[in-house]
Structure formats: structure tokens, C-alpha cells
């Protein structure tokens, strides 16, 4: 799938560029551009992709320091020059936008829904958000910001698939630490997602297709990604055990959004050498996965590559809300009612949560 990636605030830009990257060095040519905008100078100064610095008369080059209403505002009174930006950038072969954003914090947490909604006024193909998700330990203002902007980003963009900052990280590393890892994990499994629709080699019936990515993301709300690989051996009926064992693998352990497989579509994308990838297989796990998702609509398809493993993606499109999902809602729901009782003038909807714009 060609698409434009935009990454707005420090860990978006950074995603985005560790994504355009791994595209690049693949050879996969699915990312057709990547840009950074952030109201922080210093994040978008170690970024090597091209950038804007928005904001510059509010915040002077500082950032917006987690403020995401703030971020919002900016991304919204700056937004035609944003587009200026963008035009150009976004050229008619392009299949989608994908807007990179940490939701935790404030430029990308703000920002992000902001800009989703006017590339969606602008340009007919869809506007995804990636949504990075703050950790467990992470602090309570990352989790209320990633609450509100969760419910505004759901609204503004086509489809929002969510990376839990807890999923892919590895147990022994703090989080911190575990950024650049992350960080390498997302790339490597969104960036073989983009471009298995991409797949030349090996052209035939059963290699998956754009159209296939953008219709299991069709019903909009949240998305998510799974993942696992095995070695694999030469010869395809020995494989069956593993494709339908990498599948379970990727929907139980490898999700990028744990805990949550009921949705409304699903695409199962098989990537490896073609010779070794087994049809009953394949097939097998794609029953399996409208078993246990629930769905109707699984979609399936190969990526040919060259290797000797086996990789299971599962892209799952209309997402049911996690537990997980619902504390963040919570979380912020919480700070809002703290700053009503700080601040007993400012009115806010009672129990509800309030949209950022
Ligand atoms: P912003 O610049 O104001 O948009 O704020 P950040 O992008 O720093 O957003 C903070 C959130 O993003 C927090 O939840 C961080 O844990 C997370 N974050 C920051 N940098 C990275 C990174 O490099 N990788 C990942 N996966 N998450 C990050």
C-alpha cells in the first residue's frame, strides 16, 4: 500500500522515521514519503526527514509540555499552513495518510485528531492514525491525555490502529530503554503490513492486495496488529502445524493491543517464500481466526519474501473496547473531575468524557 506518513510530536516523528527506514532498507518502496511536525524544535532537530516546527508564536520553539488542548488549538489555527506543507507530499498515487502519534503526550496526542480531521476534508483516501499508547508505568497525565485523545482520534480518522506501549517492549528493559526496541519492533511489523500489499514477486491469486488492508479497516474505530514468525521447512506440508500455530501465536501473545479479539473484520497475511507457505494452512488459520474473532469478513492472503521463516500478521479492523482500553477513558474522565473541583467555574459535562475539540 503506498501511503504518506506524518508524524507529529517526538514519538512520532521518531516512529516515523524508524518506519520510512526499515521500508527503505527493505527495498519495499511502500512508503512514499514521511514528514515530522512538532511545536518542540529540539525533537524535530534529531529527526533526518523533513519537518515543520508549528506553533512557534505560543510555545517559541518549547513544545506544549503534555498540554494536548493547547496542541490541538495550534494544529487547528495553524492548519493551513500544515496543509501548504503537505501539498505535494501527498501526490494522487498515494492510498492512504497515516498520521504517527504518541497519544500520551501533547503535541502528538492533540495534534494528531486535529490534523486527521482536515487531511479527511482535503484528500479522498483514508487517514489513519497510529496511536501509540502510554505503558502501565507510565505517569497519570500520559494516561488521562491518551483517554481523551483516544476518543477524538476514534472520531476524526478512518480507522485507528493502537500500539500499547507494553505489548511489544521486552520484560527485562525499562521503558525508556525500551523505545529504541519498540520502536524497532512497530516498524518492522507496520511497515511489512504497508507493504505486503505491495508484493510483486510471485504475482497471483492468493497475494494480498491494498484493497484488502483498506477494506478490513473499512468500519473505522480501532485497530490493532499482530504478529509472530517461526523457522520453517522446505517443504510447505510440513508447515501446516506452524502457519496455524504462528496465527494463534499472533492474535494471543502478539497483539498490538492485548487482551481484546472480538472485531468486525480481520486480514491474515502469511509472509515467507512462497514455496513453503502451505494453502491448508493458511486456510486453516483463516477459519480458526473468524472463530475466534467473531467476524464474518477475514480476509487472507501471502507475502512472498525470501526467507526461511514464516511470519503470521493479523490485522484486526473494528476492534471491541479493551479493559485496558476503558482505564484510559477512565483515567481521563478522573482528571477532568479534579480539575472541576480545582476550578468549580469551568464547566464540564458531568460524567462524560469531553472530545478535545
Ligand atoms: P509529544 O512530543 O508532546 O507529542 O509527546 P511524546 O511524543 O513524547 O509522547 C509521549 C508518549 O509517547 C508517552 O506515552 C511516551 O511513553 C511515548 N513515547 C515517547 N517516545 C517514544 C518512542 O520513541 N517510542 C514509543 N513507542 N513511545 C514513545
Same mark, same amino acid.
Given at each position: 500500500m503506498q501511503v504518506v506518513l506524518i508524524g507529529v510530536g517526538q514519538a512520532g516523528g521518531k516512529v516515523t522515521q524508524v518506519l520510512a527506514e526499515f521500508d527503505h532498507d527493505m527495498g519495499f &518502496?511502500? +512508503?512514499?514519503g514521511a514528514f515530522g511536525v512538532n511545536t518542540a524544535k529540539a525533537d524535530l532537530q534529531s529527526l533526518s526527514i523533513d519537518t515543520m516546527l508549528i506553533g512557534q508564536d505560543r510555545v517559541k520553539g518549547h513544545g506544549v509540555g503534555g498540554d494536548n488542548e493547547l496542541a490541538a488549538e495550534i494544529m487547528q489555527d495553524e492548519s493551513t499552513e500544515v496543509m501548504d506543507a503537505l501539498d505535494g507530499r501527498? *501526490?494522487?498515487?498515494?492510498?492512504a495518510v497515516v498520521i504517527v502519534a504518541g497519544l500520551g503526550g501533547g503535541t502528538g496526542s492533540g495534534g494528531a485528531p486535529a490534523l486527521a480531521r482536515e487531511l479527511r476534508r482535503v484528500y479522498e483516501v483514508p487517514v489513519y492514525v497510529l496511536g501509540i499508547l502510554p505503558g502501565r508505568d507510565e505517569g497519570a497525565l500520559y494516561q488521562a491525555n491518551a483517554g481523551r485523545s483516544l476518543k477524538t482520534v476514534i472520531r476524526e480518522s478512518d480507522a485507528s490502529l493502537l500500539i500499547d &506501549?507494553?505489548?511489544?517492549? *521486552? *520484560? =527485562?528493559?525499562t521503558l525508556e530503554e525500551g523505545f529504541d526496541h519498540i520502536n524497532d519492533q512497530i516498524a518492522q511489523r507496520i511497515g511489512l503490513l504497508l507493504a505486503s500489499g505491495e508484493? +510483486? =514477486? #510471485? +504475482? #497471483? =491469486? *492468493?497475494v494480498v492486495d491494498s484493497s484488502e488492508i483498506i477494506n478490513t479497516l473499512r468500519d473505522g474505530g480501532i485497530a490493532s496488529l499482530g504478529y509472530a514468525s517461526a523457522e520453517a521447512s522446505a517443504d510447505p506440508g510440513e508447515n501446516v502445524n506452524t502457519v496455524t500455530s504462528i496465527t494463534r501465536k499472533a492474535l494471543f501473545t502478539g497483539m498490538s493491543l492485548p487482551n481484546a479479539v472480538d472485531a468486525e473484520a480481520a486480514l491474515l497475511v502469511v509472509a515467507g517464500d512462497p514455496d513453503r507457505i502451505p494453502r491448508k494452512g493458511v486456510e486453516r488459520a483463516r477459519k480458526w481466526l473468524e472463530e475466534e474473532t467473531g467476524s464474518l469478513q477475514v480476509r487472507g492472503g501471502d507475502f512472498p519474501l525470501d526467507s526461511d521463516r514464516l511470519a503470521s500478521l493479523v490485522l484486526l479492523g473494528g476492534v471491541e473496547r479493551s479493559q485496558r482500553i476503558e482505564e484510559f477513558m477512565q483515567r481521563a474522565r478522573e482528571a477532568h473531575e479534579a480539575a472541576e473541583e480545582r476550578d468549580p467555574v469551568e464547566e464540564f459535562e458531568n460524567d462524560e468524557l469531553d472530545d478535545l475539540f
Open positions: &518502496n511502500a +512508503v512514499q501527498i *501526490s494522487t498515487s498515494a492510498e &506501549n507494553d505489548a511489544w517492549r *521486552s *520484560s =527485562e528493559e508484493a +510483486v =514477486e #510471485g +504475482v #497471483g =491469486e *492468493s
